[in-house]
């Protein structure tokens, strides 16, 4: 069974003058367990109307997408998206950012701890930089900011 399957998809959306526009069409692909997958190309040809659809942000007009066999319904756990740009809530602490998912998830508060302290360690912020994980995400440095985001993403959190 394939991790990802994208069989015959076809997105349309509706432009602001109420006309159909061709997103994507009958698209197919699919990527195997272990494999490496790159989405390629020009400006406007679909590839983050691919990614929404791949996330469960929106539903294709046509066909089926597929993560380990189960159908894309809504956003899951099991997907991720790592934004282009930095999606950090800036009224939180850095702390605050990492652990959104976490509490969101339920975790107990000493199981927050234990994967904040794991993570934020993976991504460079030593346990003694407790300056940094109480301050903002716009007073980082965009490195910092960048290692903020990452372990804010599922399967981390």
């Known amino acids: 069974m394939s991790q ?24 197919n692909f699919q990527v195997e367990q272990n494999e490496f ?19 469960g942000f929106e539903q294709p007009t046509r066909g089926e997408l597929r993560v380990g066999g189960q159908l894309i319904t809504a956003p899951g756990w099991e997907r991720a998206v790592v934004f282009q740009e930095y999606a950090l809530f800036p009224w939180y602490t850095v702390s605050q950012n990492i652990r959104y998912g976490l509490k969101r998830k339920r975790l107990p508060v000493d199981e927050q701890d234990r994967l904040f302290d794991h993570y934020i ?13 109480g301050s ?7 490195a910092s900011a960048s290692r903020v985001r990452w372990p804010s993403t599922p399967p981390y959190c």
């Open 4 to 27: 990802v399957s994208v069989t015959n998809v076809s997105k349309v959306h509706i432009s602001i003058k109420g006309e159909p526009l061709l997103a994507l069409h009958d698209v």
């Open 37 to 55: 997958f790159s989405i390629v190309g020009p400006s406007g040809c679909g590839k983050t109307t691919l990614l929404n659809l791949l996330a």
């Open 121 to 133: 360690g993976l991504v460079g912020c030593a346990a003694s930089n407790r300056a940094t994980r």
């Open 136 to 142: 903002s995400p716009a007073a980082c440095a965009s």
